[in-house]
């Protein structure tokens, strides 16, 4: 038999195994070395944020589950889990609505909301990890911010344009 340590775990001995490992397996892993159970319904609602790759609000996420999987109380209190151990993200919207992503490798990514649509595109951006950088260096310990854009989408400029047209005479 061999002893299982978490040193001599694979899933926690470098970035040759991870990059075969399944985002499932990862967020298992994640689980595993916080001390937590791998239950039901903590992979049927982590396969469903994999799966949207997006950000999803808790009745979106419930919705995803088969019927049995569990309550949306369940839903709530499993994401309550994996936001504390930076397994999701929360994103705030300006409807005010907390939506959840999936955060697998830590990348620092934003959001651009449309103000017409509501449609979510990501941005791919570190700006700021220096001021993250910087309060740690100061000593803050656990910094998180939250940063949202917002703007009105090419696809709805196109629609508004088109529909009355001297909007974009006046426009500056
Ligand atoms: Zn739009």
Redesign the pocket.
Known sequence: MIASTPSSHPLGSGKEFSRSASPIDLACARLKSAGLRITQPRVAILEALIRRNAPASIEQLHRDLASDACDLVTVYRCLAVFEELGLVRRCFFHNGAGLYEINLDDSHHYHIV??????VERIDAALTDPTERMLRERGYDQVTHLVEFFG??P??RKKATESSPAAVISAP
């Open positions: 449309c103000k017409s649509c509501g449609k009105v989408c696809d709805c």
